[in-house]
């Protein structure tokens, strides 16, 4: 029976010591608050998957994490979520984005804080076939047949905020754009119906690729370079790195998270590692065929035909074996 594996790649790009940004796999999320020092990746193996990114609005220090509890809440109810009838997924991703809401909602009233939520977008697979749910401006790719869609709504909008300047010397701030969600979990009064927006299902492939990511990343990156950055033929973990990386080249500002999820994937083990084991079992092969020889070498000899000296006659031995699928070597 086959069962279906997704290979998952997680990168963040951290520049805080307490982390904005947080992402779940299935029933499992990152240590809250911690900032990743390497890359995640995983095998996930199953007719179900569920994959989730969130981020917060406005960066938080001293209050808990709004994208932190999101995800947390997601792990522990991932069952609720995914379930074997597809038809569910929508009622119950609906229900649990209004719950969240209004937890995150009453968190920031009780607490007196303004702009506190997370954008969230949610990745369900079943049986081959996934759908995409999200609010805010954390965003869902699909990538088939070398063409890159776009499956998820940017509940967002261009504002202007004071930054610390680049120089850690300067303390004068300075204005950046960045883009702000205008619908995101928490932002709707406890109680209210927070509705996803809701992509169409799609039949997957061996091989296709997911892509969950923050919509900070595709400001700055256009879809054709990061579809160009997902046909190369590198590494997943070098493929999330490349997108940060560029992003970040580009003026992104922030944490930056990417989340890329491939069908029945590709190994993640490097060339460099790929060439480690075939030298190994290249160094296996010939030493066991070195040994076969030998053990022949050794063999044929014990039997050879016995010099008379005396009269320059060849004495067959009385063992003489027969020759039949015996290999000759033309150097003997």
Do not use: W
């Amino acid at each position: 029976m086959f069962i279906p594996r997704f290979n998952v790649t997680a990168g963040i790009n951290s520049e805080s010591p307490t982390l904005q940004s947080s992402f779940c796999l299935n029933d499992s999320c990152p240590p809250e608050g911690k900032a990743m020092s390497k890359y995640v990746q995983r095998t996930i193996r199953g007719k179900s998957a569920f994959f989730a990114v969130a981020e917060n609005v406005e960066p938080v220090f001293d209050q808990d994490s709004p994208a932190h509890k999101i995800i947390g809440m997601l792990s522990e109810d991932t069952h609720k979520v995914i379930s074997s009838d597809q038809s569910r997924i929508e009622d119950a991703t609906r229900a649990f984005l209004t719950d969240a809401n209004g937890e995150l909602s009453s968190y920031a009233s009780a607490n007196g804080l303004t702009d506190y939520g997370a954008s969230c977008t949610t990745l369900s697979i079943i049986d081959g076939k996934a759908t995409f749910f999200n609010v805010g401006n954390v965003l869902g790719f699909f990538y088939h047949n070398k063409t890159l869609r776009q499956m998820s709504e940017n509940n967002s909008e261009r504002t202007e905020s004071a930054v610390p300047a680049g120089n850690i010397l300067d303390n004068i701030p300075v204005m950046r754009q960045k883009l702000m969600p205008t619908k995101y979990a928490g932002s709707l009064s406890s109680g209210d119906i927070l509705a996803p927006f809701i992509s169409e299902t799609v039949d997957i492939d061996r091989d296709d690729v997911f892509l969950l990511c923050s919509g900070e990343l595709c400001d700055k990156l256009p879809q054709s370079r990061i579809s160009y950055i997902l046909s190369l033929p590198i590494s997943d973990d070098k493929m999330v790195r490349r997108l940060i990386n560029e992003a970040l080249a580009r003026g992104a500002v922030g944490e930056l998270t990417v989340l890329l999820i491939r069908d029945g994937g590709k190994p993640f083990i490097q060339k460099n590692k790929v060439s480690a084991i075939v030298k190994t079992v290249m160094g296996v092969i010939a030493a066991a065929v070195l040994s076969a020889f030998l053990m022949s070498f050794i063999h044929s000899c014990s039997h050879k035909p016995v010099i008379m000296q005396e009269n320059s006659q060849t004495e067959p031995s009385e063992t003489q074996p027969s020759n039949e699928f015996m290999t000759v070597d033309p150097s003997l």
